[in-house]
């Protein structure tokens, strides 16, 4: 499994309006095969500062089956104009797990 991790900065007076597209972009990216989940978390000390994090069975899954997608053109249309400045994503794989 690869996790997806993206921090959001959103233009400052749209939260609400990001947070209700984010609801709606939700279904294109679980659209894709290799999605397993997602979520989406918003900063205690920064209101518009989120924290996107996408759990994928394959990097490939998100750097080409997402990205490759028509899915992907509604998931950018609807959410990358809130962006100031655009996001930085990483990935990254498990080391350990304590539960």
């Known amino acids: 499994m690869v996790l997806e991790v993206a921090v959001l900065q959103v233009i400052k007076g749209e939260e609400v309006h990001f ?6 972009a939700s279904q294109y990216i679980q659209s894709i095969p290799g999605y397993l989940n997602h979520s989406l978390r918003k900063s205690i000390e920064e209101e518009n500062k989120y924290l996107l994090l996408v759990d994928w069975e394959k990097l490939e899954d998100h750097t080409i089956g997402f990205r490759e997608s028509e899915a992907y053109l509604e998931w950018k ?9 655009f996001p930085v994503v990483e990935h990254y794989e498990m080391v350990l797990e304590n539960k």
């Open 77 to 85: 249309k609807l959410l990358h104009p809130y962006y100031n400045p």
């Open 19 to 24: 947070e209700k597209d984010f609801t709606i």
